[in-house]
């Protein structure tokens, strides 16, 4: 099975706090992806990474930068977090689309409260 | 613009009786559709997926979903609900290639 692991699930911050968010997966994959989530509005992609030091902006970059210095690892960093940042946090990979669209698999998700 | 629609926000249940969740999409081509659903405090876990073929899907946990073109729509469905099942679902969509577009999700509560 795959398995998508965050190094958090629950994060308190003060504003304008540098904060990292980790994320690592074991299954080999290509690609891997940085979603935030708030009530009523679903999944909205902030960055998504399609190969090693490799970075693709989402829907919603501003605030938020990306790291991936290795395949399985990929890092999402608030250079100074606000309070419109508290949110859950996904990470997700997937391998590289071939003839179909390939299925992603989410860690659990990082809770972030920002005061 | 590409987007994903779920109509509902919340809905509610007896335990036994069956369920519908509804998907609308907005696309030209034919996209490849998904199913998650999100238990309280975890990530999302695919529950079906539809690429091509036949158009009634069968997932895990006993949900499936029917796609239909003529209403852009990929409904999902369950026979009879267990409380087991009051969770967050969402739909999403991709066009072929490494990113999806996810709806806003359905809040489902089963009642005992």
């Known amino acids: 099975d795959v398995k998508v692991t965050q190094s958090s699930r629950y994060l308190v911050k003060r504003t304008g706090e540098k904060v990292f968010l980790e994320c690592v997966q074991d299954?080999?994959?290509?690609?891997m992806f940085w979603y935030r989530q708030d009530p009523g509005l679903g999944l909205r992609l902030i960055y998504f990474?399609?190969?090693?030091?490799?970075?693709e902006k989402g829907d919603i970059p501003e605030g938020y930068s990306v790291s991936r210095e290795k395949k399985e690892r990929f890092s999402l960093i608030l250079e100074s977090a606000s309070t419109n940042q508290t949110s859950m946090y996904l990470c997700a990979s997937s391998s590289r689309a071939r003839e179909y669209q390939e299925t992603q698999y989410f860690g659990p998700g990082t809770r972030l409260l920002v005061l | 613009a590409q987007s994903v629609t779920q109509p509902d926000i919340h809905i509610t249940v007896s335990e036994g009786a069956s369920l519908e969740l509804r998907c609308n999409y907005s696309y030209g081509a034919t996209p490849y559709l998904f199913w998650y659903v999100q238990s309280p405090g975890q990530g999302l876990q695919l529950l079906l997926k539809?690429?091509?073929?036949?158009?009634l899907v069968q997932g895990i946990k006993g949900f499936e979903a029917e796609f239909k073109r003529s209403q852009s729509s990929f409904n999902l469905r369950k026979p009879s609900v267990h409380w087991s099942d009051a969770a967050e679902y969402f739909c999403a969509v991709g066009l072929g290639g490494n990113k999806l577009v996810f709806g806003a999700g359905t809040i489902l509560r089963v009642k005992s």
């Open positions: 539809y690429f091509s073929g036949d158009t």
């Open positions: 299954m080999d994959h290509e690609n």
């Open positions: 990474s399609y190969d090693v030091k490799m970075k």
